[in-house]
């Protein structure tokens, strides 16, 4: 595939060219907002007088109060100062551009370089700096400055990327830490007042929610401490500042108080949970603590407990799916398999299926390890292999509760699988998962587990296998060139999209964590136990004869369903490739 060609670099406005932050641009500023009637007169005189009680800038009470919002706010001092306004994600930010701007400056004046070009370096801010701190930056840089508007999260989003996540509290730490951390004695009324260690835990914390990851990995090494999140599906290392490596042993000891866990044993495993706010969200986070040669390892699962159940038709499947799944999950008995690997979504289709069978008249109950999601109206089940408390025998027992839907979390043995196929003989319509690579070899996953081939030809109505993709961040997605023979292929498989084909990928960008993408998609391939396929199931044929005739009777595979996205412009062929496989 040919390398996009990266959009041309936008100008900033040169310091020559500016008029900088200070009471007579402050004037201007309100008056242009008064001109533009963003905020009235009453407005100003009343935000006038507060400023002179607190001695906050009226700007910035404007904008902390709501009174106009962060966009009106760089809309109003670009046309007065003439900066101008541009998107971080617009410029393609070399490391060597940089190691121009040490952290503690950048860090301190929250600017961000973004463009070096012919002697000029380009400075992102999100406030219009005064000219004392321009003068004093071209100073210390030794360079004739220019400058671009942004939005402020974007700003704060681009200083945690290039120069480490909290920076200015790890600076504080490591000045206040004793010469030979490793060798100190462990005080553990000291540790529990390290504030500060907290505080940088909380950091990393936030830092993981934002980015709406699963879980946050803190990692020592030998010389190094590596912080690494995952975020849909992939991990992707956040940078941290330099010289953290010196506080590993604080930062896994106040991740155990954190916990609630003893600090004081280092030896062996520990497990706890934290409960956190943040924003207007609650979420749990079960901490797992494991021993290694440098140090403990800390991983953080970040949990909702504010999950918002996804209806059937809002989860993003295509128009040739849909109606499949939705037709299987109108039976009245049978058997649902959904497979894939971890990680792909399985447990949220499922939970989206029981939430559209949810009814009064309807009877659920779930056997889960564990129960991830709560759901009212239904009775859920978590097993426990220690008391013997297994997904066979509680099967048994949950038979006589008069179900009309089971879910049963995962089918991972041949006692299981019997009772799940022999329970929708009894009018029962059971949904379960399985880890197969794709639809048909679930029906050999089957057979291999012991059930006979003539059951699961008469019990299984469908199996939806399912990857996530992710999508192009839409804030620095740009058209992107494909190679000929992967264009042809994928216009092939959808000629009605010839002309209107979007082939995109993305930049990079603050939002994204300049990684491209930014969310997942759920791609899908459904197959319906039609009579031939029956036929084949009870001959035990091989799961690719099955497959070749469930893609004439009109199955949508895996890596099709894919290219649709691709077409629509939700996410990239690499990525289509890299859940779906090279070819089929």
């Known amino acids: 595939m040919s390398a996009p060609q990266p959009p041309p670099v936008p100008t900033g406005a040169l310091q020559d060219e500016i008029r900088f932050y200070g009471p007579d641009l402050v004037q201007d500023f309100i008056a242009h907002l008064l001109a533009q009637r963003r905020v009235s007169e009453e407005q100003v ?6 400023a002179s009680l607190t001695g906050q800038p009226v700007d910035r009470l404007l904008l902390e109060e709501s009174i106009i919002d962060e966009q009106t706010y760089l809309e109003a001092y670009s046309a007065i100062s003439g900066i101008p306004i541009r998107k971080i994600g617009d410029y393609k930010i070399e490391a060597t551009i940089m190691e121009r701007v040490s952290a503690r400056l950048a860090l301190r004046h929250r600017v961000v370089p973004v463009a070096f070009s012919e002697g000029l370096l380009t400075l992102a801010v999100s406030r219009v700096p005064p000219s004392v701190t321009v003068e004093g930056l071209r100073m210390v840089l030794e360079t004739p400055l220019a400058f671009i508007l942004c939005n402020d999260s974007d700003v704060s989003r681009s200083l945690t990327y290039f120069y480490g996540l909290g920076a200015e509290t790890v600076e504080e730490l490591i000045a206040n830490a004793p010469e030979d951390e490793e060798e100190r004695d462990e005080d553990i009324s000291v540790v529990s007042d390290e504030t500060g260690m907290v505080r940088f835990i909380n950091l990393i914390i936030a830092e993981g929610i934002r980015l709406d990851a699963t879980d946050i990995h803190i990692e020592p090494f030998e010389d190094k401490l590596r912080l690494r999140c995952r975020v849909d599906g992939i991990l992707q290392e956040v940078p941290l500042p330099k010289g953290v490596e010196k506080l590993k042993r604080s930062i896994s000891s106040a991740v155990k108080i954190m916990a609630a866990m003893d600090i004081a044993e280092r030896r062996k495993p520990h497990d706890g949970r934290i409960k956190v706010r943040f924003a207007e969200g609650e979420y749990d986070l079960r901490v797992s603590v494991l021993p290694t040669a440098y140090g403990e390892t800390c991983c953080l699962r970040i949990l909702s407990r504010s999950t918002v ?6 989860l993003g499947l295509s128009p040739n799916q849909l109606p499949r799944i939705r037709a299987m999950t109108d039976l009245p008995h049978g058997v649902i398999l959904l497979t894939g ?13 029981l939430s559209r069978l949810n009814t009064t008249g309807v009877k659920i109950i779930t056997v889960e390890d564990p129960v991830e999601y709560q759901m009212e109206g239904i009775s859920q089940v978590q097993v426990h292999s220690k008391i013997d408390l297994t997904f066979a025998n509680v099967l048994r027992s949950v038979l006589r509760h008069d179900p009309d839907v089971i879910l049963i ?6 006692e299981t699988a019997d009772i799940a196929v022999r329970s929708s003989l009894t009018g029962h319509l059971v949904l379960s998962t399985l880890h197969t690579n794709d639809a048909p070899s679930a029906v050999t996953r089957l057979t291999d587990m012991g059930v006979e081939p003539y059951l699961i030809a008469s019990c299984v109505e469908g199996i939806i296998a399912q990857r996530l993709v ?6 620095c997605s740009h058209p992107d060139e494909l190679v000929p023979e992967t264009r042809d292929e994928i216009l092939a498989c959808y000629p009605d999209y010839a002309e209107t084909a979007r082939f995109v990928m993305g930049n990079g960008c603050p939002n994204c964590a300049f990684t491209g993408y930014r969310g997942r998609s759920a791609i899908n391939e459904v197959m319906v136990m039609s009579d031939p396929i029956r036929s084949l199931v009870v001959r035990r044929e091989p799961a690719n004869i099955i497959k070749d005739l469930a893609v004439e009777e009109g199955m949508v595979t895996l890596r099709r369903d894919g290219f649709l996205r691709v077409v629509e412009g939700r996410t990239s062929v690499e990525e289509v490739l890299r859940v779906a496989g090279k070819s089929e």
């Open 470 to 475: 992710r999508r192009v961040c839409p804030q």
């Open 409 to 414: 979390g995962e089918i991972r043995d041949s």
């Open 45 to 50: 005189a009343e935000v006038q007088n507060r």
């Open 309 to 314: 159940f996804t209806d059937l038709d809002k």
């Open 341 to 353: 690997p971890t990680g792909s979504g399985k447990t949220t289709t499922l939970y989206a299926i």
